[in-house]
């Protein structure tokens, strides 16, 4: 994108930000001064991250504590809950549970989940009231702090309740190419996660997604080059620590090659040690090696790490002999959370947790019961598994991090600051150029893109998406219609996508009629071809993640018979992907083929910008989408 392009579309925040306006002279962004700067190229180093400037301070407050504490209280510090963010009543029983959980079992820390902005700020500071020692407070940002922090709907009016600034999947970052971009993330992530009373954030994702068939990473990773992966994750890193939060590459040592979700079973990497090393590991040591302060593992086992068929998560030899020892990791290490089938399996959640602890971890995330994994710690240590030292070296380091936040002086957030930092102009401008720079056009044989069509045009935009996403596809088709005024607008949703797929894939008559009420949308394919039969384009946009596909990430059925219908009728189509980057695979190929990499409000902004011709398409794939397009492609227009 160049210069006077991006200063263009920073006009509006640059006049309300100083900051911004410095952003749109250099054609990089906002940049936050003082302390805001172009990341370093990655160099191959060794060399541990500087510690905290005040480490001394903090150690000697940490000891101080450390000595008050029982054993129980040291283990109650390791251990951390799952709470939703979600506006709640003092008197509501998915409060109270919550608040006697950490008041008295004196916790350590939480990690928070979705809510609105206000919602999530105001229940941290009433956690933070009822602990005996202050929280850290972890949350996954990983587009951002709406990834989180979204805000919600009103039903049954439909009216979005604002929230947080999302930025696109971090794979639309590796689009842009553009370590600045990723900076920017990192920045704004920050800013906009404290002023809700979050620490740290579990990101960025460092798993190398050179695996299509991955059911649970897929666009959350840079990409599948282990180099670009390495160059991004490290910026991100540096932009959410330069500006007050605490980062986590996740997850250790690599999440990318496996067809199994860890949520449900144990996943397996089954690579050598050598690829390991070329691939999986560079984006981790190239964020040890940028400083990064936490790290969370992997359900997952490693042959070539240990040969015991253990999930890394729980494994020394990984994470102890590995990580912290050969890779230089001193910061505080987090399992993923102990509930998932991939770590627990047939154990009680009493010996996961030992395991845990005996393996290297100083968090232990959410287990699917407190109390027992604070009294496996005590339990551990009394039975020799492990010392007491052992236990007092995790604390230490997390009583450490709460007086570097300044945890012990002040432990709330303004909630009535939060407006003033969350969701501001100064921070959707980042968002909006990494949204249009990642627009990445894959295919277009026929020249359609940008469309140069009459604004009279027939165009019908088709919506495939859950029935549970009420935005899907709502600034796309706003931005679509504002040029072409008679737009026809429908919504499909994969479960009812595939009711009628034999008769429509023949264009024949099936169990569905065309609905009569042209305010109710259709529900079968069979009425989407035929209300889109004769358009002079069809835009077809899919909202379906890959997760919600099958491990073997086979499209949804119906949407193969609806492309192959609109072939067969000799109609122009457009397939835009909002969520899924490999949707193509196993799909009939259409005329042009678009990948915006996030479903939010910016992303679908900006693929109608660049399919109208308002803006530039400039997006490189971070991937190869087999037997469609190669790492790398990306036409530009």
Request: with cysteine.
């Given at each position: 994108?160049?210069?006077?392009?991006?200063?263009?579309?920073?006009?509006?925040?640059?006049?309300?930000?100083?900051?911004?306006?410095?952003?749109?002279?250099?054609?990089?962004?906002?940049?936050?001064?003082?302390?805001?700067?172009?990341?370093?190229?990655?160099?191959?180093?060794?060399?541990?991250?500087?510690?905290?400037?005040?480490?001394?301070?903090?150690?000697?407050?940490?000891?101080?504590?450390?000595?008050?504490?029982?054993?129980?209280?040291?283990?109650?510090?390791?251990?951390?809950?799952?709470?939703?963010?979600?506006?709640?009543?003092?008197?509501?029983?998915?409060?109270?549970?919550?608040?006697?959980?950490?008041?008295?079992?004196?916790?350590?820390?939480?990690?928070?989940?979705?809510?609105?902005?206000?919602?999530?700020?105001?229940?941290?500071?009433?956690?933070?009231?009822?602990?005996?020692?202050?929280?850290?407070?972890?949350?996954?940002?990983?587009?951002?702090?709406?990834?989180?922090?979204?805000?919600?709907?009103?039903?049954?009016?439909?009216?979005?309740?604002?929230?947080?600034?999302?930025?696109?999947?971090?794979?639309?970052?590796?689009?842009?190419?553009?370590?600045?971009?990723?900076?920017?993330?990192?920045?704004?992530?920050?800013?906009?996660?404290?002023?809700?009373?979050?620490?740290?954030?579990?990101?960025?994702?460092?798993?190398?997604?050179?695996?299509?068939?991955?059911?649970?990473?897929?666009?959350?990773?840079?990409?599948?080059?282990?180099?670009?992966?390495?160059?991004?994750?490290?910026?991100?890193?540096?932009?959410?620590?330069?500006?007050?939060?605490?980062?986590?590459?996740?997850?250790?040592?690599?999440?990318?090659?496996?067809?199994?979700?860890?949520?449900?079973?144990?996943?397996?990497?089954?690579?050598?040690?050598?690829?390991?090393?070329?691939?999986?590991?560079?984006?981790?040591?190239?964020?040890?090696?940028?400083?990064?302060?936490?790290?969370?593992?992997?359900?997952?086992?490693?042959?070539?790490?240990?040969?015991?068929?253990?999930?890394?998560?729980?494994?020394?030899?990984?994470?102890?002999?590995?990580?912290?020892?050969?890779?230089?990791?001193?910061?505080?290490?987090?399992?993923?959370?102990?509930?998932?089938?991939?770590?627990?399996?047939?154990?009680?959640?009493?010996?996961?947790?030992?395991?845990?602890?005996?393996?290297?971890?100083?968090?232990?995330?959410?287990?699917?019961?407190?109390?027992?994994?604070?009294?496996?710690?005590?339990?551990?240590?009394?039975?020799?598994?492990?010392?007491?030292?052992?236990?007092?070296?995790?604390v230490k380091k997390l009583l450490m991090a709460k007086h570097e936040f300044?945890?012990?002086?002040?432990?709330?957030?303004?909630?009535?600051?939060?407006?003033?930092?969350?969701?501001?102009?100064?921070?959707?401008?980042?968002?909006?150029?990494?949204?249009?720079?990642?627009?990445?056009?894959?295919?277009?044989?026929?020249?359609?893109?940008?469309?140069?069509?009459?604004?009279?045009?027939?165009?019908?935009?088709?919506?495939?998406?859950?029935?549970?996403?009420?935005?899907?596809?709502?600034?796309?088709?706003?931005?679509?219609?504002?040029?072409?005024?008679?737009?026809?607008?429908?919504?499909?949703?994969?479960?009812?996508?595939?009711?009628?797929?034999?008769?429509?894939?023949?264009?024949?008559?099936?169990?569905?009629?065309?609905?009569?009420?042209?305010?109710?949308?259709?529900?079968?394919?069979?009425?989407?071809?035929?209300?889109?039969?004769?358009?002079?384009?069809?835009?077809?946009?899919?909202?379906?993640?890959?997760s919600t596909n099958t491990a073997s990430m086979v499209p949804t059925r119906?949407?193969?018979?609806?492309?192959?219908?609109?072939?067969?009728?000799?109609?122009?189509?457009?397939?835009?992907?909002?969520?899924?980057?490999?949707?193509?695979?196993?799909?009939?190929?259409?005329?042009?083929?678009?990948?915006?990499?996030?479903?939010?409000?910016?992303?679908?902004?900006?693929?109608?910008?660049?399919?109208?011709?308002?803006?530039?398409?400039?997006?490189?794939?971070?991937?190869?989408?087999?037997?469609?397009?190669?790492?790398?492609?990306?036409?530009?227009?």
């Open positions: 994108m160049k210069t006077s392009q991006l200063a263009r579309l920073s006009l509006s925040a640059a006049l309300v930000s100083a900051a911004c306006a410095t952003a749109a002279q250099t054609g990089r962004g906002p940049v936050a001064a003082p302390t805001a700067r172009r990341p370093e190229p990655i160099t191959p180093i060794m060399e541990i991250a500087a510690s905290p400037k005040n480490a001394a301070a903090d150690a000697a407050w940490a000891d101080s504590v450390l000595k008050t504490l029982t054993l129980r209280q040291k283990a109650a510090q390791m251990v951390w809950i799952w709470t939703l963010g979600d506006y709640t009543a003092t008197d509501a029983s998915s409060y109270t549970n919550i608040e006697r959980l950490v008041r008295e079992q004196e916790l350590g820390g939480i990690i928070v989940s979705v809510g609105g902005p206000l919602d999530i700020a105001a229940k941290v500071n009433a956690l933070q009231a009822v602990a005996k020692l202050p929280l850290l407070v972890g949350a996954d940002l990983e587009t951002g702090a709406a990834f989180r922090a979204r805000g919600g709907w009103f039903l049954p009016n439909a009216i979005e309740l604002g929230g947080a600034t999302s930025f696109p999947y971090q794979m639309g970052i590796g689009a842009t190419r553009d370590t600045m971009l990723a900076y920017e993330m990192g920045r704004v992530t920050a800013i906009e996660g404290r002023a809700m009373g979050i620490h740290m954030a579990f990101a960025p994702v460092l798993d190398v997604n050179n695996n299509p068939k991955n059911p649970v990473i897929a666009a959350r990773s840079f990409g599948e080059d282990p180099a670009l992966v390495s160059r991004m994750g490290a910026a991100l890193v540096r932009g959410i620590q330069e500006h007050g939060m605490l980062a986590t590459g996740k997850h250790f040592p690599g999440h990318g090659d496996t067809e199994q979700n860890s949520h449900l079973e144990l996943s397996r990497v089954n690579v050598s040690r050598a690829r390991l090393d070329s691939v999986e590991l560079r984006p981790f040591q190239a964020a040890i090696n940028a400083g990064v302060r936490g790290m969370m593992t992997f359900h997952g086992d490693l042959p070539a790490l240990d040969t015991t068929h253990t999930a890394a998560t729980l494994s020394a030899a990984v994470m102890t002999d590995l990580l912290r020892t050969k890779m230089g990791f001193n910061g505080l290490l987090v399992t993923d959370a102990l509930d998932m089938n991939g770590v627990l399996g047939s154990m009680t959640m009493a010996e996961a947790t030992q395991r845990a602890v005996v393996a290297g971890n100083d968090v232990l995330l959410m287990p699917s019961d407190a109390k027992v994994s604070i009294q496996a710690v005590v339990d551990g240590v009394a039975s020799g598994r492990f010392t007491e030292a052992r236990i007092d070296a995790s300044g945890l012990d002086r002040e432990r709330f957030v303004s909630v009535e600051g939060v407006r003033t930092r969350v969701g501001v102009a100064a921070n959707t401008v980042p968002a909006r150029v990494a949204a249009e720079k990642a627009i990445t056009l894959v295919r277009d044989s026929l020249a359609l893109v940008p469309f140069r069509m009459p604004a009279a045009s027939r165009v019908v935009s088709i919506t495939v998406t859950p029935r549970v996403d009420l935005s899907a596809g709502r600034i796309f088709d706003a931005e679509l219609k504002g040029t072409f005024a008679n737009l026809l607008s429908l919504t499909l949703s994969p479960e009812t996508v595939a009711d009628n797929t034999a008769g429509a894939a023949a264009g024949g008559t099936g169990t569905y009629k065309i609905n009569p009420e042209p305010a109710l949308l259709p529900a079968s394919v069979e009425n989407a071809l035929a209300i889109a039969r004769g358009a002079d384009l069809v835009i077809v946009s899919s909202y379906i993640g890959a119906g949407l193969p018979e609806l492309l192959n219908g609109l072939r067969a009728a000799n109609t122009k189509v457009v397939l835009v992907s909002f969520n899924n980057p490999y949707l193509q695979l196993g799909l009939p190929l259409t005329e042009a083929h678009l990948i915006a990499w996030s479903p939010w409000t910016l992303s679908q902004r900006a693929a109608a910008r660049a399919l109208l011709g308002k803006a530039p398409i400039t997006g490189q794939l971070p991937i190869t989408i087999p037997g469609v397009a190669p790492f790398g492609a990306g036409l530009r227009r």
